[in-house]
């Protein structure tokens, strides 16, 4: 059986990073408490542990109230994202391209994001957009980068969340871009492996690295996410 400190903590995580309780939201301890079936006292612990990680304010005589994300917050999110994985990507294709594990982990969050669609559920699409970005840094063998992408991970669920609701046709886009972001990666590794960084090809033409490839496809993916801000 879950505790109760942590249903309640995972309950109202949950409604802030999806949305459903956006920025500005009055949260009751006694409401919640009894939607859950529990005291007052685990959910103030939960509250706690929320205005710790900066999602509630806890007010005096108001109760907790869900902090807003404001642009500038969540451009620094973005920017933040598009550096660490832009980087990791790089170390994956300078070791050659993806390896038969990543491989198979972004064509199963492919699978899994084309059968979010199908089913119509966004939350289910949601973890799959992480799980597919996740997998890219954690194959770049850097713990650190995989430490502060993982400290991202709220944020970036929460923005993803707010553009989906204000753009609900975007769904279709975004997987079209995770899908030519794994063709970047793929195709480089198909084509030997090595980012050539922009030299030339055997016809003298210039040709733009892998790395480069993905990187602006990276760029125009998350720029979608400015409609959220």
Do not use: C
Not at 121 to 134: I, N
């Amino acid at each position: 059986m879950i505790p109760a400190a942590e249903l309640a903590y995972a309950t109202t995580k949950r409604l802030i990073l999806s949305g459903t309780a956006p920025g500005g939201t009055l949260l009751s301890e006694a409401q919640l408490g009894a939607e859950l079936g529990v005291s007052r006292t685990p959910v103030h612990e939960a509250f706690l542990r929320l205005a710790a990680e900066g999602l509630l304010t806890l007010e005096t005589r108001r109760g907790a109230v869900v902090s807003p994300m404001s642009p500038r917050e969540a451009q620094n999110v973005l920017d933040l994202r598009e550096a660490i994985e832009a980087s990791a990507a790089r170390r994956v294709l300078d070791a050659g391209g993806p390896d038969d594990a990543l491989v198979t982990a972004l064509d199963d969050a492919l699978a899994e994001q084309r059968a979010a669609i199908a089913a119509d559920d966004v939350e289910r699409f949601v973890e799959a957009d992480q799980w597919f970005h996740a997998a890219i840094v954690e194959a770049s063998g850097n713990d650190l980068a995989v430490h502060f992408f993982g400290m991202l991970r709220d944020r970036q669920q929460r923005i993803r969340h707010q553009l989906f609701r204000v753009r609900p046709g975007t769904l279709g886009d975004s997987l079209a871009d995770h899908e030519a972001l794994f063709a970047a990666l793929r195709d480089n590794r198909d084509n030997g492996g090595g980012d050539n960084g922009g030299g030339d090809s055997a016809g003298g033409r210039p040709e733009r690295g892998a790395g480069m490839v993905f990187e602006e496809r990276l760029r125009s993916h998350i720029a979608r996410n400015q409609g959220a801000l």
